[in-house]
């Protein structure tokens, strides 16, 4: 059997939400690629003693499997070495117009519900994290982080510079300080 071009392309990734099968855009962009590589990467340099996944399998229950750009799993007993059981430390999804509603909403509230302490929602077009955390099992709006490009950083104020955010820790770890242009970091603008 010959595997053309246009077979590969078709190859989607599936997951399973609420019992529905959902099949995933078969290749993100490369801005996606980018910044899952710069969270990832950031992750596995600082995050010792846990293990960073990107894209895994990760199975709620029969009725809900996810596949989330980033996971941090610090409870091996958890991990079969294929597929995640339960719930990650953070997860982080990187929006793309195929996922948006379904990251922001369904998802959210599955990671909630399975105790996901810390959830992140990546855009890679307005440049900005949203940071979750699981309070009283309910997410909580910590922050949203944005990445400036050069002429709107240098047009704001000096208060403005001086209240926004552009560094952020996760709160699992308080050592771990995140610049927000580190996760933005050379990522292809084609």
Excluded at 29 to 51: A, E, P, Q, W
Excluded at 75 to 99: F, K, Q, W, Y
Excluded at 102 to 110: C, E, F, P, S, V
Aim: negative net charge.
């Amino acid at each position: 059997m010959n595997i053309t071009y246009e077979d590969f392309l078709d190859d989607y990734h599936e997951e399973v939400l609420d019992g529905k099968v959902i099949k995933m855009a078969p290749r993100p962009t490369f801005r996606h690629l980018d910044t899952n590589h710069n969270i990832t990467k950031i992750f596995k340099k600082n995050l010792s003693g846990c293990v960073v996944l990107s894209e895994p399998d990760v199975h709620f229950s029969k009725k809900d499997k996810v596949a989330p750009d980033v996971a941090v799993v610090c409870n091996r007993d958890i991990l079969d070495g294929r597929v995640v059981h339960g719930a990650p430390d953070i997860v982080v999804e990187i929006l793309s117009p195929s996922t948006s509603k379904r990251d922001r909403g369904y998802k959210k509230r599955l990671y909630q519900r399975y105790g996901v302490a810390e959830y992140w929602i990546v855009d890679t077009n307005s440049l900005t994290v949203e940071v979750y955390l699981l309070e009283d099992g309910q997410y909580n709006l910590d922050n949203i982080y944005q990445a400036l490009s050069e002429a709107e950083f240098n047009n704001m104020s000096e208060q403005n510079k001086a209240e926004q955010a552009f560094k952020f820790k996760t709160h699992l770890w308080d050592g771990l300080i995140i610049d927000v242009y580190d996760i933005f970091k050379d990522i292809y603008e084609g």
